[in-house]
């Protein structure tokens, strides 16, 4: 506790030297402009105003064609949110999947299953890794969050929608800012940004940002899980070279060294009419649970260890009026030496991992009269070129055919109904060349043939690689530990070894295109109808997988869209409704099959066909210049109209088992097929919502209280595809209460504040196999104090 006192005085005096953080930009407008929020208001609070680039030029948010929501920095504080993985439930149909967001139902159940639906950027510039989501999120100038398919101007992998974090600008004259946050769990966050002027057209910000906490999650041989130790650092430059030429350099720094998820049964299986000489199941009787996973209590190695570079460039050149040129560049290197998941059955660690990715892109933005274009040449590279991924997978079975496992060495005993685990393989993957390049080029127009009236079309071609070069080793479990694991021999004997160091890469290519309208109803009401296309890449496997899982086929949407944007009552009240249906062929679905000789392997597969509609609502009001109220309503309905031959985990033993249990004198269960059309998709609660709303009260020296409370609340969803019970997740509401005290021009303010009121205990990463269903969950009950200033 010392040494968190000694980071919070110092930390204070830093913010003391470092003052006021204005947004601006001391170069005057870009082609491709930040969005700009004040900082101690939500982004919803100022709809009408707000200044989006989602489609890449500039527009106010409610008169864009598009599904878009804002994020602002003052709800992240407000709500205590500091990583990305945090900001689902902000803006409609927003999830988190196990291996990036997921947007209207479409995200992966399997942190496998190569990139996220949702393309996700920071400052323009693409991120292909999920595990950036982990570390910390802080001194923004706004996100924006597209909903739907972007398949002109992003392209690949976004067929879901996509999430642009965009970094503050400095500020014009120098300033700064600092808060200081301590919380349940001996939680403290520490963030202060200061603003250097170096001269009239060069400024600098410099900002950071650091969170420790004792973790809420149990602890046994190692340290706590779910612990936090986040630290972030971040200098921006913007440079005003000459009058028509303005060029934003950033360079980043982020960490995570807490730990990983603790992992607990939400149920297990018991199947008391077993027959396990004919190898059947009978019906299954399902016991409800919250104990720890079997076998938890044994792990040792826990933490994480990520390490992330980054250097993003814009430079932007007014070449004469109504045109300019846009050059984005960045580089990103993450560093993974650590522990991402550890349920006492299964873990994953890496080994001097590291993936690096590099982008170029050209935008030319060119408006006159009637005409608006867009348009743009791409260039991506991803690559891990070095270092191993170790996991250590065991199994798991059911009573009674936990009986086998108990008989041939349990490393966890199920007594009575309960589950036994046991050790199975362990799997070393050493890369040489993983990753993906993609070029594209794409261009989008917006034409008004007569006032009032703007037609919209757009086109991008897209070519990908696929490249998977790497040698996969299979050993007997608890073969390795991180400091003896080999490439290429196993210390006993070699289950599986391939070697695809040599192994051609995957092409794969896609036209993408959209239409529309839009159209002013009023001065004050826009409506919009688009059609529109979209691609993700499809991707290799390894070629020791079984035939028919070595590579998977790109998935394709095509989303129709209609909507309405409004500003009534004196801009005091603003409405976005949103109406839509997208239509999936061969949809990638991530799964879990078990391998006669590996056990159970993550892969995957294509669905044939799959459709989701709904409708969003999301609005703000203003009734009086003292209250604030927003919020937004969803209606989801998901369906996967053909999915046959869908690998069914709960009528599947594991490879173990087959191997053991034939010695006993009991049938061997092969894997078992399902057919999940009809299903409804992961993720996907048919309703959910938030609201919230803030009053100022005013006192006679000028100070300010204000009140806020946010609820958000959703109905149940599956938490995979085969909409079986033991995944069915009951809806739940959230409520986040905040109160603030505000001195004259908020230059110092203090908030108190409780999160999730309700202490409900929200599962995340569930995964239903045939023994048991296991989850992770979201941060209980917390409480704090924040203090902050800004001059």
């Known amino acids: 506790m010392t040494s968190r006192i000694t980071l919070l005085a110092s930390t204070a005096l830093f913010g003391l030297a470092a003052p006021a953080a204005a947004q601006t930009d001391p170069a005057g407008p870009a ?50 949110l500091t990583t990305g993985e945090q900001l689902a439930t902000t803006v409609p149909t927003l999830k988190l999947s196990q291996n990036g967001f997921a947007i209207r139902g479409i995200g992966s159940n399997n942190g496998f299953s190569g990139y996220s639906t949702v393309a ?15 570390l910390g999120l802080f001194d923004l100038g706004s996100i924006e969050v597209l909903r739907g398919p972007q398949g002109t101007v992003y392209g690949r992998n976004a067929t879901a929608g996509v999430v642009n974090v965009n970094t503050a600008d400095p500020g014009r004259t120098y300033g700064g800012s600092a808060s200081v946050q301590y919380g349940r769990f001996d939680d403290v966050r520490l963030q202060a940004a200061v603003d250097l002027p170096v001269s009239d057209t060069l400024a600098v910000r410099v900002a950071g940002f650091r969170q ?37 350099l950033s360079g980043s720094y982020g960490e995570n060294r807490g730990t990983a998820a603790g992992v607990f049964l939400r149920n297990y299986n018991y199947y008391p009419q077993a027959n396990l000489v004919a190898g059947t199941f009978g019906p299954v009787t399902i016991i409800p649970s919250d ?8 792990v040792t190695e826990n933490r994480q260890n990520l390490r992330s570079y980054d250097v993003r460039s814009r430079l932007t050149w ?39 990715s590099w982008s170029h892109e050209l935008d030319v933005n060119y408006q006159t009269g009637p005409l608006k274009l867009v348009a743009g040449a791409y260039l991506y590279k991803d690559s891990q070129n070095d270092g191993q991924r170790l996991l250590h997978a065991g199994n798991t079975a059911p009573a009674p055919f936990n009986t086998v496992y108990n008989l041939f060495g349990a490393k966890v005993a199920g007594t009575g109904n309960q589950i036994s685990t046991i050790d199975a393989v362990d799997v070393v993957n050493t890369y040489s060349d993983v990753g993906s390049r993609s070029r594209a080029v794409f261009g989008q127009a917006t034409l008004s043939p007569i006032e009032g009236i703007r037609l919209i079309g757009g086109v991008r071609a897209t070519w990908d690689r696929a490249i998977d070069r790497e040698q996969q080793l299979v050993c007997p479990g608890n073969s390795f530990t991180r400091r003896t694991v080999s490439a ?38 826009l409506a919009y109808a688009t059609v529109s296309t979209g691609y993700r890449a499809g991707g290799l496997q390894p070629s020791s997988n079984p035939a028919g899982y070595r590579q998977y086929a ?116 092969p894997s078992a097929i399902g057919d999940f059309s ?114």
């Open 31 to 80: 082609a491709q402009p930040v969005t700009t929020v004040p900082p101690t208001t939500d982004a919803a609070d100022q709809s009408a105003d707000i200044v989006v680039t989602a489609q890449k030029s500039s527009e106010t948010l409610s008169r864009a064609p598009i599904a878009v929501s804002v994020v602002s920095q003052a709800l992240l504080d407000r709500q205590g």
């Open 120 to 134: 996700t950027q920071f400052d323009g510039i693409y991120n292909p890794s999920s595990a950036a989501l982990t």
């Open 212 to 248: 420790v906490n004792d973790g809420y999650g149990p602890r046994y041989r190692t340290r706590r899980f779910d612990q936090a130790d986040l630290l972030g650092a971040r200098v921006t430059a913007l440079w005003r070279i000459a009058p028509s030429l303005t060029w934003r």
């Open 291 to 298: 104990a720890i996973n079997p076998g938890l209590d044994t």
């Open 318 to 356: 007014d070449a004469a009026a109504g045109l300019s040129f846009t050059y984005l560049a960045g580089y990103l290197k993450l560093k993974n030496d650590g522990v991402t998941a550890a349920s006492g059955v299964f873990s994953q660690e890496y080994i001097g991992q590291a993936t690096e």
């Open 488 to 525: 290429a021999t196993c210390p006993t004997f070699t289950i599986a070894y391939t070697d695809d160091r040599t192994r051609p890469e995957a092409k794969f290519s896609k036209v993408n295109w959209r239409l529309g309208i839009d159209a002013d109803v009023t001065r004050n009401v």
């Open 554 to 669: 790109p998935e394709n949407v095509t989303n129709y869209e209609a909507g309405l944007r409004a500003n009534l009552l004196d801009r005091r009240l603003f409405i976005g409704l949103t109406a839509y249906q997208m239509d999936y062929d061969g949809l990638q679905v991530s799964t879990i099959i078990v391998d006669p000789v590996q056990g159970p392997i993550p892969v995957t597969t294509n669905a044939a066909k799959a459709r989701i509609r709904g409708i969003e609502l999301e609005t703000t009001l203003r009734p009086t210049p003292a209250d604030r109220l927003s919020g937004y309503l969803s209606v989801l309905d998901t369906r996967f109209q053909d999915f046959r031959n869908a690998p069914d985990n709960l009528r599947s033993a594991d490879t173990v088992y087959n191997i053991f249990a034939p010695i006993l004198g009991f049938a061997a269960i």
């Open 678 to 791: 009809g299903n409804r998709l992961p993720n996907a609660p048919k309703l959910s919502g938030r609201i919230s709303y803030g009053h100022d009260f005013a006192t006679a020296s000028g100070w300010k209280i204000t009140p806020t409370i946010d609820f958000y609340a959703q109905t149940r969803t599956f938490a995979t595809a085969d909409n079986v019970a033991q995944g069915r997740l009951p809806g739940y509401t959230k409520t986040d209460l905040n109160l603030q005290l505000a001195a004259p021009g908020d230059a110092v303010y203090l908030n108190v504040f409780v999160y999730n009121v309700e202490d409900r205990r929200i599962p995340v990463n569930v995964v239903p196999v045939w023994s048991s269903t296991t989850a992770s969950y979201a941060p209980p009950r917390t409480y704090g104090v924040r203090f902050g200033f800004r001059y």
